[in-house]
């Protein structure tokens, strides 16, 4: 049993290791841990490596905080945000501290936390500690444990954080208004003592999903099926930051869910993964199982761990196929082999410029350069190195290579060693193998 003493003792450890003074920046501040750990040689200040290395929000920061006696102190405002999801699509939400969605709050397992919350919405709110255990009356739900949190008032939260794990928080009051314009965050207990492998790169995202009609600023909180933007960390790809290591790196990639609705099957490619911890604490390793896809339930959080032994730019996406689609509308008619050519020439002699769509499937839409309405990113893909990459939303690049300069610094695309690149088969080559290819005639108006 860990007593309060035990634990003043441990935090009191720590004091000296830790530069006091006032609320610093985020890459000056969460790493009492690192710091009796020397940092990966290339490690900035702040995403360092080691046991409990600082956690990385891709998109994000961690939320500054300043010791206060042995206290850990952090303050969060709640207040409306103007955020861009991607370039091109910018919102009027809900969020903490400036930013959609809040700071990673990281603290060490032991740690005396005291939150200050300020609210700055035109209506009430609380916050929930989601996973943390807590005294009953710092548990955030309006109502039950504690008053609202009126306009212009700010409350004091102060508990323990006993367990070490991947935690979010959010508001209990008017959730699904507050927490579809953005109100979510990663909090995150670094373990007091190391445990398991060392991780060289620890990133913490979070999965959410919105309805935002082409030509609006303001997320629908009322949506309960047809959300057509779907993020980590409040970005839609290609608005994701690339997930950077170093290959031989063990990576852990902390994946919480606080959408409104749906579970989002997180899938990686070029690795096979072990599930190593949920909201609900560590896996122990014989009970960690392999994936490549690891389903993050609404209002859960998991963490995924593996060697990165494989370079490339490695896709991880949610693998629900209309998660990794901007803004798509879902009503319209299915298109598939439909010969539209008589039907588009009537409808231009009325439409100037109509044009039916989705005849051979969808792909190729991004590069037709339909014209969208402002502040929109239906259907647009983004630039590849070898043409348009047609996915969007839930999806981001996880980027392996043998030499890196910097972490932070977007290493590019991938150069393929040579034979190593799928490419265009020579009449030779299928002869050589005995492919024979049939002549085909489809009535889907495919070659
Ligand atoms: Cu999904």
Redesign the pocket.
Known sequence: MVTRRDLLVGTGALVGAVVHGPLRSASAQTRPEGATTPPAPMAPAGTGAGHGATVITPNGVSLPWRFVGDVKVYHLVAEPVTHEIAPGLEIEGWGYNGRIHGPTIEAVEGDRVRIYVTNRLPEGTTVHWHGVVVPNGMDGVAGLTQPVIAPGETFRYEFTVLRAGTFMYHPHFDEMIQMALGMTGMFIVHPRTPRGPRVDRDFALMLSEWEIRPGTRRPNPLAMTDFNV?TINARAFPGTAPLVVRRGDRVRIRIGNLSAM?H?PIHLHGYAFKVTATDGGAIPEAGQWPETTVLVPVGTTRDIEFVADNPGDWPMH?H?TH?TMNQMGHAGPNMVGVQSGDADRHAQSVLPGYMSMGQTGMGGMSDMGMPVPANSIPMRGSPGPFGMIEMGG?FTVLKVRDRLTSYDQDPGWYNHPAGTLARSATADELHADGIVLQPHRSSDGAP
């Open positions: 779907l749906e989002h949610c629900m998660h839930m």
